[in-house]
C-alpha cells in the first residue's frame, strides 16, 4: 500500500518571505500522481498543484513550485512570496491504479504579518 | 460555474441512529469520491460513484454505504452511528472516474458529530 509522510506538523513563514514544506511517499508504481492541496478554516479542499510522476518537469503555479525528486519519492511544495491568505493546512497527496487519494497528515502553515 | 455543494454543513446525531448526507458535483462531473477526516485518523477514502456504479471502496464497515444518481447527485449513509464516526465528510467531484487526469474539487463539507 502506498503512503505519504509529512514530517512537519506545523511551520510557520513571514509575509514575503519563502517557504517549503516536506513530503516523501512510497510507493512500487511508476505511474502516478501528486498533488498539493490546502485546507483553509472553511474547511474547502483546494487543489494547490499537481505532478505527473512521468514528467521530469517541476510543475509551477503561479508562486507555488515543487521538487519532485522521483528516485528518492520526494515531493515538497515551495511557497514563494507569502501571503496571509496562504496559511491553512496543506495536504501532500498520491494517486496511483487504486484511484484513490492517499493524503498525509497535513502541516499546519501559519503566515506572520 | 457552481462548486461541489454538500448538505447538510452540521449534523448532531445519537449514537445507533443513522444519517445520509447529500453531495451535488461541479456541472458535467460524473465522479463523485467520498472522504472521511478525523483528527487521529487524517483523510481516508470510503468510496467513488462513477455514472450510478460504485467504482471503488475503502477500508469502511458495510455500515457505510452510497448511491449516486442519475444527474451525478450522491448520498452516502452510515447506519447504527457509532461515536468513533463523528467526523468531517468530505464529496469532491472530478470529469472521470479517478483523479489521473481530472482532479478532485471539493465541497466544504458535513460536519457530523455523534453523541
Known amino acids: 500500500a502506498q503512503t505519504v509522510t509529512q514530517s512537519q506538523p506545523e511551520m510557520s513563514v513571514q509575509e514575503a518571505e519563502t517557504v517549503t514544506l516536506s513530503c516523501t511517499y512510497d510507493t512500487s508504481e511508476s505511474d502516478y500522481y501528486l498533488f498539493w492541496y490546502k485546507q483553509p478554516p472553511s474547511r474547502q479542499m483546494i487543489l494547490v498543484i499537481r505532478?505527473?510522476?512521468?514528467?521530469?518537469q517541476n510543475a509551477t503555479e503561479n508562486r507555488f513550485s515543487v521538487n519532485f525528486q522521483k528516485a528518492a519519492k520526494s515531493f515538497s511544495l515551495k511557497i514563494s512570496d507569502s501571503q496571509l491568505g496562504d496559511a491553512a493546512m496543506y495536504f501532500c497527496?498520491?494517486?496511483?491504479?487504486?484511484?484513490?487519494?492517499?493524503f498525509g497528515s497535513g502541516t499546519q502553515l501559519t503566515v506572520l504579518p | 460555474k457552481a462548486g461541489v455543494t454538500q448538505t447538510p454543513r452540521y449534523l448532531i446525531k445519537t449514537r445507533g441512529q443513522q444519517v445520509t448526507l447529500s453531495c451535488s458535483p461541479i456541472?458535467?462531473?460524473?465522479?463523485v469520491s467520498w472522504y472521511q477526516q478525523t483528527p487521529g485518523q487524517g483523510l481516508q477514502f470510503l468510496f467513488e460513484y462513477f455514472s450510478e456504479t460504485q467504482r471503488n471502496k475503502g477500508n469502511f464497515p458495510g455500515r457505510f454505504s452510497g448511491r449516486q444518481f442519475s444527474n451525478s447527485r450522491s448520498e452516502m449513509n452510515v447506519s447504527t452511528l457509532e461515536l468513533g464516526d463523528s467526523a468531517l465528510y468530505l464529496c469532491?467531484?472530478?470529469?472521470?472516474?479517478?483523479?489521473?487526469?481530472?482532479?478532485?474539487?471539493f465541497g466544504n463539507g458535513t460536519r457530523l458529530t455523534v453523541t
Open positions: 456541472s458535467g462531473h460524473r465522479s
Open positions: 469532491a467531484s472530478s470529469l472521470g472516474t479517478g483523479t489521473n487526469n481530472s482532479p478532485l474539487h
Open positions: 505532478q505527473e510522476a512521468y514528467k521530469q
Open positions: 497527496a498520491y494517486i496511483g491504479s487504486a484511484r484513490q487519494l492517499t
